[in-house]
């Protein structure tokens, strides 16, 4: 998340509030990107319409971010996630690699969840800091994106436990 560059100004929490959903605002972007290309790559037909459902999610938490700077009067601008293009970057290694389809599979999931894991601390983070700014509006629609961010984990986790790691574990 950038956030030792040397032009930030942090002089305020609600400073530290907004740079905290632009780096969320550019993620998610990076995100809407890379989730149809790992739904392709899927060679299960649960693990691809997983991230088909989650990428129609992830052009809703964009549009979320967009409601919660126009709540607070700001321009919805992004700012490099440097993290989320180190785990896209990572995912796309999955997506070049050759290999056996189930552990490909097994691989994406991994890379998913790591994303997932990511976007759940920003998301609780973000929520927090806008109860504590009082602003219950936009904590309400950082919380929704949580829920969904957790919900599509959980799903991840259920995938691979119940049919990718054993069809995966199969090859060995
Ligand atoms: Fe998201």
């Known amino acids: 998340m950038g956030l ?5 100004a942090l002089n305020s929490f609600d400073d530290l509030f907004v740079e905290q959903l632009q780096d969320l605002y550019d993620a998610e972007q990076r995100l809407v ?6 739904a392709d790559a899927s060679h299960s037909a649960s693990l691809k319409s997983a991230f088909q459902e989650h990428y129609r999610q992830t052009q809703g938490h964009v549009s979320r971010l967009e409601q919660v700077f126009k709540m607070l009067g700001k321009s919805a ?8 293009k180190g785990l896209v970057a ?12 189930d552990v490909k599979d097994a691989a ?20 927090t800091f806008a109860q504590r700014l009082g602003r219950q509006d ?3 629609l950082l919380q929704q994106t949580l829920d969904e961010e957790g919900a599509t984990d959980k799903k991840l986790t259920a995938l691979a436990e119940q049919s990718v790691n054993p069809k995966a574990a199969a090859t060995t």
């Open 77 to 84: 601008q992004s700012k490099t996630c440097e993290a989320m």
């Open 108 to 127: 994406l999931i991994a890379a998913a969840q790591r994303v997932e894991h990511y976007e759940i601390a920003g998301y609780g983070t973000a929520r």
């Open 138 to 140: 936009a904590a309400r």
């Open 33 to 38: 990107k890379a989730l149809p290309k790992m």
């Open 90 to 101: 990572e995912g796309e290694e999955v997506l070049s690699a050759k290999g056996d389809p």
């Open 4 to 8: 030792f560059s040397s032009s930030m």
